[in-house]
């Protein structure tokens, strides 16, 4: 795999991830609502670095797919704060892969800081949907015995799987 390779695997968890903070934000109110668009806005970011070191090497970055299916209805603040943390899972997953794919020194400093940063979100959305319950993982972006797993290492695996555009008439 291509340090390329890693970039629009990462790139494309990032859209994922995006889009997901904007399907979830709407059943949010207050300050879970602020915090969801902040991360969404992280996201946003983390993109975008991905695409510039994608670019950096002469490629262009993948678009986004132009829709995503969300996991499950998302239909009150339990199923938002269930598929934050599960965004957060996902990314954490992404950047586990990126940090084991390649020697590079820049994509290995992305993926560190995106890794802790999708790590302490995922903890936050779990604490607060269920305070008492485990909110760490042992290793961030890795289910829980019995979980289904956050993500596997390809393109918009974080918790959504791309949809594709409708057929032109």
Request: proline share 11%; charged share 20%.
């Given at each position: 795999?291509?340090?390329?390779?890693v970039l629009q695997t990462l790139l494309?968890?990032?859209?994922?991830?995006?889009?997901?903070?904007?399907?979830?934000?709407?059943?949010?109110?207050?300050?879970?609502?602020?915090?969801?668009?902040?991360?969404?806005?992280?996201?946003?970011?983390?993109?975008?670095?991905?695409?510039?070191?994608?670019?950096?090497?002469?490629?262009?970055?993948?678009?986004?797919?132009?829709?995503?299916?969300?996991?499950?209805?998302?239909?009150?603040?339990?199923?938002?704060l269930t598929l934050a943390a599960r965004?957060?899972?996902?990314?954490?997953?992404?950047?586990?892969?990126?940090?084991?794919?390649?020697?590079?020194?820049?994509?290995?400093?992305?993926?560190?800081?995106?890794?802790?940063?999708?790590?302490?979100?995922?903890?936050?959305?779990?604490?607060?949907?269920?305070?008492?319950?485990?909110?760490?993982?042992?290793?961030?972006?890795?289910?829980?015995?019995?979980?289904?797993?956050?993500?596997?290492?390809?393109?918009?695996?974080?918790?959504?799987?791309?949809?594709?555009?409708?057929?032109?008439s």
């Amino acid at each position: 795999m291509t340090d390329v390779d890693v970039l629009q695997t990462l790139l494309a968890t990032e859209n994922a991830a995006a889009y997901g903070y904007g399907v979830l934000g709407g059943h949010l109110a207050g300050a879970e609502r602020t915090v969801a668009s902040q991360a969404g806005d992280a996201h946003l970011a983390r993109r975008d670095a991905a695409a510039r070191l994608v670019r950096d090497r002469g490629v262009s970055p993948t678009p986004a797919a132009p829709g995503y299916v969300v996991p499950g209805p998302i239909a009150d603040r339990a199923a938002a704060l269930t598929l934050a943390a599960r965004l957060e899972d996902g990314a954490a997953a992404a950047y586990r892969y990126g940090l084991a794919a390649t020697p590079n020194a820049d994509i290995r400093r992305l993926a560190v800081a995106a890794l802790q940063d999708a790590a302490v979100r995922a903890v936050r959305w779990r604490l607060l949907l269920a305070p008492m319950a485990p909110a760490t993982r042992p290793f961030p972006g890795e289910a829980f015995p019995g979980e289904p797993p956050a993500a596997s290492p390809t393109p918009a695996s974080a918790s959504l799987t791309s949809t594709p555009a409708p057929p032109r008439s």
